[in-house]
């Protein structure tokens, strides 16, 4: 599992999505939800010459306001970028 080196700075992001249908919101949630535990780990090209390493370090069910949601917590590393 990978960590966060002592010193770096940690980001977030918090996305929110609605949907006019509940059905539509399961199938979302469930597709969502899958994706982010069956990929664990991935790379990609990042700001030109960059490549960011993405690791999935967990991914919780939670409710928001009573409907389900889940928490998705991502380690983002990309070298000579942000020093």
């Known amino acids: ?3 966060r080196a002592a010193g770096r700075r940690s980001l977030g992001d918090e996305y929110v999505l609605q949907f006019a249908t509940a059905a ?4 979302f949630y469930s ?3 899958a994706k982010y535990a069956a990929c ?3 790379t990609e090209p990042f700001a030109g010459n960059f490549t960011a390493s993405v690791d ?3 991914v919780v069910k939670t409710t928001v306001g009573g409907n389900q949601a889940f ?5 983002v590393d990309v070298p000579g970028f942000i020093q």
Do not use: E, G, P, W
């Open 1 to 3: 599992m990978a960590r």
């Open 24 to 27: 539509t919101a399961a199938t």
């Open 31 to 33: 597709q969502a939800r």
């Open 40 to 42: 664990q780990s991935l």
């Open 56 to 58: 999935t370090l967990s």
């Open 71 to 75: 928490l998705v917590t991502q380690h």
